[in-house]
């Protein structure tokens, strides 16, 4: 009688590994560790080194095919395993909701260090415009240090439906609430801080997007022809929503600093750029306050 081949985590990780890298996928190794941690219900992709003698059940070969495929097939990670990591928070997120990215920190830790400043509100108002998953929002809320009232505001049902679930998550039973907007057409009163990372990809980079941000929903990333759509109508209204001494942070592109600088003029505080020095956002502040 045949003896089954044995696959421990070990071979199975080092074939998968190969295995994904020769069909292109980035990052083929954290995507071959963290595919096996899900499959072996591990918390940890730590823990996949812990057990590595493990033999896998025909059931956990049979699941860790079917993931590989998708993955193989240009599915996000985040898509599969249904989270994404940010800023040390896990974040639920899926089909029809942006993906957390890691240029979105500059942005996040601009907003804690000011909200932490002695000067900084004791219980700041938080709006969060085109919210997605809520990362944003949720993230400075919960990095805060301090009481904070958050609203997460956005367009599309699905997204309201992830922030909801996330600041429950991390944020408990605090003060935030979700409510349905297309940009400020829903919101009333004023914030002592409004975060937006808006859609800013022009007609040129929607058509070369990679293969896995096509998986993404088109109308979270789409900027208009020049990518600048959503920007000009923030810098319409945003001075009715913000209180004395209230401040806005955008996300945008790269290479989106001069189009902002053109369109918010001397509203423009202060560029916002990463550890690389690659431009991130901005912070806008109305002319007249101080």
């Known amino acids: 009688m045949e003896t089954p081949e044995i696959w421990t985590l070990q071979r199975l990780l080092l074939w998968s590994t190969t295995y994904l890298e020769k069909k292109g996928v980035n990052a083929a190794r954290y995507s071959a560790e963290t595919l ?9 992709r730590l823990d996949i080194y812990l057990h590595f003698d ?22 996000p990670l985040a898509y599969i395993t249904g989270e ?27 907003a804690v260090a000011r909200l932490r400043l ?3 509100p004791q219980q700041p108002a938080i709006l969060d415009l085109c919210c997605g998953s809520g990362v944003l929002g949720i ?8 009481p904070c009232q958050l609203t997460l505001a956005d367009i599309d049902p699905a997204a309201l439906e992830y922030a909801q679930r996330n600041a429950s998550r991390h944020l408990g039973a605090g003060a935030w609430h979700v409510l349905p907007s297309d940009l400020f057409g829903a919101i009333r009163g004023t914030f002592d801080l409004i975060l937006c990372n808006p859609p800013y990809l022009d007609q040129a980079h929607l058509s070369e997007r990679e293969d896995e941000v096509r998986h993404e ?28 001494g209230g401040r806005m942070l955008l996300e945008a592109g790269y290479d989106q600093h001069q189009s902002l600088a053109s369109l918010f003029g001397d509203t423009l505080e202060k560029p916002l750029f990463d550890e690389a020095k690659r431009f991130r956002g901005a912070v806008i502040t109305p002319s007249e306050t101080p």
């Open 84 to 110: 994404q990591n940010f800023l040390g928070l896990d974040f639920q997120v899926g089909p029809g909701v942006l993906i957390p990215r890691f240029d979105t920190e500059t942005i996040a830790m601009e």
């Open 54 to 75: 493990r033999p896998c059940t025909p059931e956990e070969l049979q699941s860790f095919k079917h993931l590989l495929q998708r993955r193989t097939g240009g599915e």
């Open 36 to 44: 096996l941690a899900k499959v072996c219900d591990y918390q940890r």
């Open 217 to 244: 929903p088109l109308h979270a990333l789409d900027g208009g022809r020049d990518g600048l759509d959503f920007y000009r109508a923030l810098a319409k209204d945003f001075r009715h929503h913000l209180n004395p």
């Open 139 to 146: 993230t400075v809320a919960h990095m805060a240090g301090k």
């Open 118 to 120: 002695p000067c900084a």
